[in-house]
């Protein structure tokens, strides 16, 4: 099953299963994201996997009314963001596609943000080299995602209450992946030199909650292209 498909499959749950995983601390490591690029007024902002749309609430309300595009290959996924949107008066533009093939023009953002998807990217060299060719000169990215936690408190949460609570809401598949899909992460260190490698030098590594989530914050050069 491709990621597209798995998260149609979760998208009325969705919510629900990232405040049960981060135990209700995501929507502060979204603000602190979103806190870490200085997003002003005139700046065109990206979500990369919007998913139901968190983060670009999270974008317009440090910067409300500011130019914003999600971007996620699941179409219900971007349903449900869309009623989320639509309900909180955020006009944002949703689009479905593939973080591996952009629909965008080189140049075309200030500030892009990803939570909770480049761990699911298939080919992520790609998809963060593409994220660097539409960044505009002196653009900044920032990147969320779970890591293996340092904590065996932490641990013991993601491999075995997780699984658990999975079992009882019927959702066993989806969180069995999940432990499975964090645990084959690379380290945060191995993570940020793809980042370089890829045209986004890392600038900063936040870890968070005792390392189960990680905070990679990138800026493309001035003077030059991405």
């Keep these: 099953m491709g990621s597209g498909a798995m998260f149609d499959a979760i998208a009325?749950?969705?919510?629900?299963?990232?405040?049960?995983?981060s135990l209700g601390l995501d929507r502060r490591w979204r603000r602190l994201t979103v806190n870490s690029?200085?997003?002003e007024a005139r700046h065109r902002c990206l979500d990369l996997a919007t998913g139901?749309?968190?983060?670009?609430?999270?974008?317009?309300?440090?910067?409300?009314?500011?130019?914003?595009?999600?971007?996620?290959?699941?179409a219900r996924m971007l349903d449900v963001a869309r009623r989320k949107l639509a309900r909180a008066g955020v006009g944002a533009r949703l689009v479905e596609g593939d973080a591996q093939a952009l629909p965008f023009e080189d140049g075309s953002f200030d500030r892009a943000t990803m939570a909770f998807g480049i761990r699911n990217i298939p080919d992520r060299g790609k998809a963060l080299s593409e994220l660097a060719r539409v960044l505009a000169p002196g653009g900044r990215a920032?990147?969320?995602?779970?890591?293996?936690p340092e904590g065996r408190l932490a641990r013991f949460h993601v491999h075995a209450v997780v699984p658990r609570i999975g079992a009882l809401l019927s959702?066993?598949?989806?969180?069995d992946y999940l432990p499975a899909s964090i645990a084959a992460f690379p380290k945060p260190e191995a993570f940020a030199q793809t980042m370089t490698s890829a045209g986004l030098p890392v600038r900063r590594i936040e870890r968070l909650a005792f390392g189960a989530c990680a905070l990679f914050v990138a800026g493309v050069d001035k003077g030059s292209a991405a």
């Design 52 to 74: 139901t749309g968190d983060m670009v609430l999270a974008i317009d309300e440090a910067q409300p009314g500011v130019s914003c595009v999600g971007l996620d290959p699941s």
């Design 171 to 175: 959702m066993k598949a989806e969180y």
């Design 37 to 39: 690029l200085h997003i």
């Design 142 to 148: 920032a990147i969320l995602e779970l890591a293996e």
């Design 12 to 21: 009325d749950r969705y919510d629900l299963l990232n405040r049960i995983n």
